[in-house]
């Protein structure tokens, strides 16, 4: 497991940091329950502490919210909605998890496939997929345009590469992130923004970027006291009273799987 990319979310201290993640916009929930062809088996995959299985169980039959770290998955269980009966919450890789039989009208994959092997995710999917099957895929939960955004970026040009050793490249990593998209034929995209503002403290907004496998407490070692000093510093000036204010920003992309 721990030769595996993005091993750092059976971490403890990470798990522990992700409850100061700011939750998606309520729009997105909606646009998935749009785009589902069917509303009875829903797959999530990385599901983490189950973000879309917990909201929308209520809205299906049953729903797989698959992970490989056996940490998230007990998080998903504890927080509200986890304990759901239709909620079938499985440790493994979204690569090859049992399925229990269940064909999937809507796979959703938030803030996660880019950890996986397309090569092995897309076929095991297409096995265990209904007819008119819809794959969706969410991204961002940062903050969007807030105001101190133009010295973040000055603060990861920094840390980025001191914490994995190579610069930091945004318009790599977005190209990255975008690579699944070469197994879909793609129907359509959409941004959609919170319809209210997220107010974390400054250290519930530090402890977040804990939650992120850069900036896992792990990765930082004896660095991360500096670290947290240097980000607290950096946003102080932009609070008010101690608190942050911004909108989240968060795509969906939807698709068929092509043909394997």
Same mark, same amino acid.
């Given at each position: 497991?721990?030769?595996?990319?993005?091993?750092?979310?059976?971490?403890?201290?990470?798990?522990?940091?992700?409850?100061?993640?700011?939750?998606?916009?309520?729009?997105?929930?909606?646009?998935?329950?749009?785009?589902?062809?069917?509303?009875?088996?829903?797959?999530?995959?990385?599901?983490?502490?189950?973000?879309?299985?917990?909201?929308?169980?209520?809205?299906?039959?049953?729903?797989?919210?698959?992970?490989?770290?056996?940490?998230?998955?007990?998080?998903?269980?504890?927080?509200?909605?986890?304990?759901?009966?239709?909620?079938?919450?499985?440790?493994?890789?979204?690569?090859?998890?049992?399925?229990?039989?269940?064909?999937?009208?809507?796979?959703?994959?938030?803030?996660?496939?880019?950890?996986?092997?397309?090569?092995?995710?897309?076929?095991?999917?297409?096995?265990?997929?209904?007819?008119?099957?819809?794959?969706?895929?969410?991204?961002?939960?940062?903050?969007?345009?807030?105001?101190?955004?133009?010295?973040?970026?000055?603060?990861?040009?920094?840390?980025?590469?001191?914490?994995?050793?190579?610069?930091?490249?945004?318009?790599?990593? *977005? $190209?990255?992130? /975008? &690579? @699944?998209?070469?197994?879909?034929? +793609?129907?359509?995209?959409?941004?959609?923004?919170?319809?209210?503002?997220?107010?974390?403290?400054?250290?519930?907004?530090?402890?977040?970027?804990?939650?992120?496998?850069?900036?896992?407490?792990?990765?930082?070692?004896?660095?991360?006291?500096?670290?947290?000093?240097?980000? *607290? $510093?950096?946003? /102080? &000036? @932009?609070?008010?009273?101690?608190? +942050?204010?911004?909108?989240?920003?968060?795509?969906?992309?939807?698709?068929?799987?092509?043909?394997?």
């Amino acid at each position: 497991m721990d030769q595996r990319r993005g091993s750092s979310f059976s971490e403890i201290d990470v798990v522990a940091n992700y409850r100061y993640r700011p939750p998606y916009p309520d729009a997105v929930f909606r646009k998935l329950l749009a785009i589902a062809p069917r509303s009875q088996h829903l797959l999530d995959i990385g599901c983490g502490p189950g973000k879309i299985s917990r909201p929308l169980a209520g809205a299906f039959t049953t729903v797989t919210a698959v992970d490989l770290s056996e940490q998230m998955i007990a998080l998903g269980r504890s927080l509200p909605g986890g304990n759901a009966l239709n909620i079938r919450w499985v440790e493994s890789f979204g690569e090859d998890f049992p399925t229990g039989g269940e064909s999937f009208d809507l796979t959703v994959a938030a803030a996660s496939i880019h950890w996986m092997d397309h090569g092995r995710l897309f076929p095991h999917l297409l096995a265990n997929a209904t007819a008119g099957h819809v794959m969706a895929v969410i991204s961002g939960d940062d903050p969007f345009e807030p105001p101190w955004q133009s010295d973040w970026h000055s603060f990861l040009r920094k840390w980025v590469p001191e914490v994995k050793g190579q610069p930091f490249d945004h318009d790599k990593r *977005s $190209e990255g992130m /975008r &690579s @699944y998209q070469s197994y879909l034929n +793609l129907c359509g995209s959409e941004q959609f923004v919170s319809e209210r503002p997220f107010e974390p403290s400054v250290a519930d907004f530090i402890s977040c970027q804990h939650s992120r496998d850069t900036f896992a407490p792990s990765k930082l070692g004896d660095q991360i006291a500096s670290f947290d000093a240097e980000l *607290s $510093e950096l946003l /102080r &000036s @932009y609070s008010t009273d101690d608190r +942050l204010s911004f909108i989240v920003r968060t795509g969906i992309v939807w698709g068929e799987i092509k043909p394997i």
